[in-house]
């Protein structure tokens, strides 16, 4: 479930950015490879107040991660700053949360070229 705190929050960019509180379901929608989701995954691990519940797979639904906040926190904003994150769009119950592609191509190419490496030795 959503946990949308009433109140609202000042951040500078966004004078009423809407805080979060609660179980909150974050869509991953991305074509990225399973290190960049790891990373993710890693990043919003330091994110106080924030612990991660679960994490949920489907063909039809894509990456789910179930998290939890303890106290209002303006999520939105947290997670922007995330150099994965592109973009952040509100549902009823859930974000979705969507990845850089320009990064993830690069980390992809990193990828294949170490790969590569490791091959040739």
């Known amino acids: 479930m959503l946990g949308?705190?009433?109140?609202?929050k000042s951040n500078g960019k966004n004078p009423t950015a809407d805080t979060?509180?609660?179980?909150?379901?974050?869509?991953?929608?991305?074509?990225g490879n399973h290190i960049e989701i790891s990373?993710?995954?890693?990043?919003?691990?330091?994110i106080r107040n924030l612990s991660i519940i679960?994490?949920?797979?489907?063909?039809?639904?894509?990456?789910?991660?179930?998290i939890s906040l303890k106290d209002p926190t303006p999520l939105?904003?947290?997670l922007?700053?995330?150099?994965?994150v592109e973009r952040i769009s509100r549902e009823?119950?859930?974000?979705?949360?969507?990845?850089?592609?320009?990064l993830l191509e690069s980390s992809?190419?990193?990828l294949e070229v170490t790969n590569q490496g490791a091959l040739a030795s």
């Open 4 to 8: 949308k705190d009433k109140k609202k």
């Open 20 to 31: 979060y509180q609660g179980q909150i379901r974050l869509k991953i929608e991305s074509a």
């Open 39 to 46: 990373r993710f995954c890693d990043t919003i691990k330091k």
């Open 54 to 66: 679960s994490y949920n797979w489907s063909e039809k639904e894509g990456l789910n991660i179930f």
């Open 76 to 78: 939105d904003d947290t």
């Open 80 to 84: 922007l700053q995330i150099p994965q």
């Open 92 to 102: 009823k119950k859930s974000l979705t949360v969507v990845f850089n592609t320009d």
């Open 108 to 110: 992809t190419r990193a």
